[in-house]
Structures are given as C-alpha cells and as structure tokens.
C-alpha cells in the first residue's frame, strides 16, 4: 500500500472504535475512544515518535528535529453520533503519515514536530467542545468538571476513569514561546472544493459561534382533559421557538443556526408537555452580526414564552468569535499547493475546529480535503484515496517550505 492508502486503512481501522454497533460513536473518555487511541500510539511508535497522554486524555506525540523550535500537528479522534470516518481522523493519520515520511528517510527537519490527538472536539458527551485543545491552549473552563452525562457521570470522573487527573488540568497547559504554529489537515465538510474541482483548500477563516440550552417551562395535564384554552404547552411554545430560529438564519445571509437537540418531558402521548429542552448553534462570519442575532433569538424564546405563560430558562454554553488563520502559514500553505500544482483556493469553514483554541497558542493554518457532496456528520462521510495523497503530499512540501523559511 502507498501512504495515501494506509492513511484510507487506518481510518477503516479506526472506524471499528465505537460505543455503538453499526455506525460511528465515539464520545470523550469512553472505552471506544481508549482502544481507538492504542492503536493509534502503535501507529505514532512506527513513525518513530514518543508518545505521552496527558490529563485531559489527548495523545501529544514528538518527533524531534534540530532546532529548538516546533510545529504542531493534528486533529481530533472523537466523534459525534452516527458519524463518518474522517472527521478528525483523517487529520490525525495524514500527519502520522507525514511524520513517517521524515522518520524512513531518516530525516530530521529544523524544528520538531509535536502531533496532537485531542480527545474531545466535538463535544457529543458533556456538550462543550474542545476540552482537549482548550486544557493544551490554557483556556480550559473547570466549571465544566462538574457537568454530567446523560448517565450522571461528571467530566471529572469521566477524566479520572480515562487515567487522568482533573485537579492537574493546569499541567496541559503547552507554553507557546517554541511554536512555529499549528496545522490541521481536515475534511471540508461542505461543498465548495467539490463543486470547483479541487481536491484541497486552505482555510482562511473559521467562522465565530455561539450553543445555547434552553428550557421552556409548561404544566402538564391530562391530553383529553384540559381545553385548548386553558393549556401551557412547553412543547407549542418549542415549536414555535425553533420556527422563529430557522427565520432569522434565513434572513440574514451567511448565518447558520440549528437546533440540534429537543427533549420533551415527561414524553407520554397523553400528557400535555410541561418542559421542553432544546440546544441553540449560531454561527456567522462576522461577529457582530452573530451577537445581534443570538440577541434576537433570545428575545423569541422569552416573548413567545411570554405568550403562553409558561417560562423560558435560556443558559449560554459556549461562545467562540471568529479565528483568523496566520498569514504566514495560509502564504506558505497556499505556496505549498500551487508547487503541487493546484489552485489554492481560500475557502472559510463553517465548522468549528480544535484550531480556535490554539489560536490562543500560535498561529493557525488548516488544509481542507473534498469530500463527497460535502457530506459530513453523517455515514456517508467519504475522501478519495486520491485527494488524500495530494493532502499528504502538500502536507509534506508544507513541512519542507517552513524548513526553508
Ligand atoms: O460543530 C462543529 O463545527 C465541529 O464539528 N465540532
Ligand atoms: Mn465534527
Ligand atoms: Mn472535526
């Protein structure tokens, strides 16, 4: 098998890993990600790095190089629910590739190359995203420690049964003063490359965001029983709420918001709903159109709660303003590909990254990979052998063009 297709191999491999039979889960802290991060170490050894896991539960890998500097690599192993096999691995097994490249040759680059594994990008466990590249970049939230899964299991615990030590968190923080920058490869995850024919991109951007939880309190009563008149259906009040979110993303160009989650309580078909719990994603390029309209979308939920009497709990979750990748490293990227042979189209990602928090670190540089129909989240998730070889080799005239820098 060349390169390209170990990397396809190892994401087949690692797709196996799952908390669910007959289709991709993989949350934070669980027995799937514990195995899936094995095999990976065996495969971080092979391509001649040391290996270390920290508090969190990332995998850190190290190839040293000559100077005193570093670069990081990297992209995350977790999943979301009934996911695809690409979406964070294919990132973290084109750099293994990358690295093994340099490590048969024999050859040591200017600056060593630390390979990180983050353990939770996405979030599907606890519901907030970057644990492991927030516990690296510093900005780890340990009010968070508390937070509980839909079992009750705290993150805490969670931390402690994966073999680390939420009261040590502060020790993942990396120092920044040796980085050179961090670089992700990571599949599009939308549309554009496919459509330009291209097979990669480079990230010029990532969009800002903000997830809420909000609950709509209700009564409950008897469905056969209580007039229509007389009713404080939690359920109603959500219906109209996730309505009036879809309007205002509709109507302001470039915004995107979802509501993911919906759960009603107490769930009998013949009671009438008096909670119904509901996650919020808004997502806008520009800041301060995001911020308005999170505002708008807060005041729908209390006025059309308002309306029907009942009452709105709104929590914020998370926030993340847009991320500028480094210049720098977008010239060098850009450079990288255009020797390769392709255009280098700048494109900005919709999808969040474990490159906003290291952001905080160094700066960023992402390269994006076509997927199919720009399908992602999904089963149908899929890469060509092909393209990834062309990631692999940009990848490693990337490499090359920061050594020469
Ligand atoms: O939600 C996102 O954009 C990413 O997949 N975590
Ligand atoms: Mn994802
Ligand atoms: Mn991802």
Known sequence: MNDAETVMAHCDELAAFTEEPGRITRPYASESLRRAQETVIAWMREAGMAVTRDNVGNLR??????????????????SVRNAGRYDGPLGVMVAIAAVRRLHDSKHRMPFAIELLAFADEEGL???????????????????????????????????????????????????????LGYFEVHIEQGPVLEARGLPVGVVESIVGQNRFHITFIGEAGHAGTVPMDR?????????????????????????????????????????????????????????????????RIID?????????????????????AAVKCSQELVSLL?????????????????????????SNLTGIAMLFVRCKGGVSHHPAESVTTEDVEIALDVTSRFLEQLARR
């Open 334 to 358: 850009t450079d990288s590909i255009e020797r390769s042979g392709y255009e280098a189209l700048r494109l900005t990602s919709g999808a969040g990254h474990d490159g906003v928090e290291v």
């Open 300 to 320: 729908h939920a209390h006025t059309l709660a308002e309306g029907r009497e009942i009452a709105a709990e709104v929590l914020p979750v998370s926030e993340h």
């Open 231 to 295: 009713r404080h259906d939690a359920l109603v009040v959500a219906a109209m709420f996730v309505i009036a979110v879809e309007h205002e993303a509709r109507t302001h160009e470039g915004l995107v918001a979802t509501v993911g989650q919906l759960e009603v309580h107490p769930g009998a078909a013949n009671v009438i709903p008096d909670r119904v719990s509901l996650s919020v994603d808004v997502r806008h390029a520009d800041d301060q159109t995001r911020l308005d309209v999170c505002g």
């Open 61 to 78: 890998a190290r190839y040293d190089g000559t100077g005193r500097s570093t670069l990081l690599l990297g992209s995350h192993l977790d």
């Open 125 to 179: 466990r606890f519901g907030t995203t970057y644990l492991g590249s927030r516990a690296l970049a510093g900005t780890f939230d340990e009010a968070v420690l508390a937070h509980a899964d839909a079992g009750g299991i705290t993150l805490a615990d969670a931390m402690r049964s994966f073999g680390g030590d939420p009261s040590a968190i502060e020790d993942d923080h990396r120092n920044g003063d040796d980085l």
